[in-house]
T-cell receptor
Framework: GQQVMQIPQYQHVQEGEDFTTYCNSS?????IQWYKQRPGGHPVFLIQ?????EVKKQKRLTFQFGEAKKNSSLHITATQTTDVGTYFC??????????FGIGTKLQVIP | SQTIHQWPATLVQPVGSPLSLECTVE??????LYWYRQAAGRGLQLLFY??????ISSEVPQNLSASRPQDRQFILSSKKLLLSDSGFYLC?????????????FGDGTRLSIL
């Protein structure tokens, strides 16, 4: 079945440093979604990428979808303490379910 | 607007006891519904999903079961809980389609088995 791998699992950064998490799928994806889960909370949808090579920005967050639609990345510029949480990618092959990556837990040291 | 309700928020149960977690969605019809489990510090494991009333797809063989008695109601059950059933259980819904809709999660149930 479809597998979505995400690295790193954990990342500690100093406040102000950049952060990137990477997502790779074993199969070509129809789309990829990114979610953020704050400590103690539930995952919240951030964005969806659909087109090959697509790049989207949300303030300090930049999301990319690979040309082959098998990988994606989330980059945060100049992290802040409010960025703390676990970031999940979720890939869909076009069916009723999505496959979540294991998540990257981000800690920001003030 | 659509909302999702999941309860209880926390639950402590002894090994061998039964379980029933309920999830309801408002403001939409015929949603796809999902149950996930998240072990401490781990990712999201899909347990069950449903595309309609009475339709349940199981992703992981285990002692849990799911039912969808009404269009916007999704129930996770067990007849006898195991220690390994501890975790954070999340219900989610998504508009029906071909996988291009985001999932919206409930607040989750923290289940501890003693």
């Amino acid at each position: 079945g479809q597998q979505v791998m995400q690295i790193p699992q954990y990342q500690h950064v100093q406040e102000g440093e950049d952060f990137t998490t990477y997502c790779n799928s074993s199969t070509t994806l129809s789309n990829i979604q990114w979610y953020k889960q704050r400590p103690g909370g539930h995952p919240v949808f951030l964005i969806q990428l659909v087109k090959s090579g697509e790049v989207k920005k949300q303030k300090r967050l930049t999301f990319q979808f690979g040309e082959a639609k098998k990988n994606s990345s989330l980059h945060i510029t100049a992290t802040q303490t409010t960025d703390v949480g676990t970031y999940f990618c979720a890939g869909s092959g076009g069916y009723q379910k999505v496959t979540f990556g294991i998540g990257t837990k981000l800690q920001v040291i003030p | 607007s659509q909302t999702i309700h999941q309860w209880p928020a926390t639950l402590v149960q002894p090994v061998g006891s039964p379980l029933s977690l309920e999830c309801t969605v408002e403001g939409t019809s015929n949603p796809n519904l999902y149950w996930y489990r998240q072990a401490a510090g781990r990712g999201l494991q899909l347990l069950f999903y449903s595309v309609g009333i009475g339709q349940i797809s199981s992703e992981v063989p285990q002692n849990l079961s799911a039912s969808r008695p009404q269009d916007r109601q999704f129930i996770l059950s067990s007849k006898k809980l195991l220690l390994s059933d501890s975790g954070f259980y999340l219900c989610a819904w998504r508009s029906a389609g071909q996988g291009r809709q985001p999932q919206h999660f409930g607040d989750g149930t923290r289940l501890s088995i003693l």
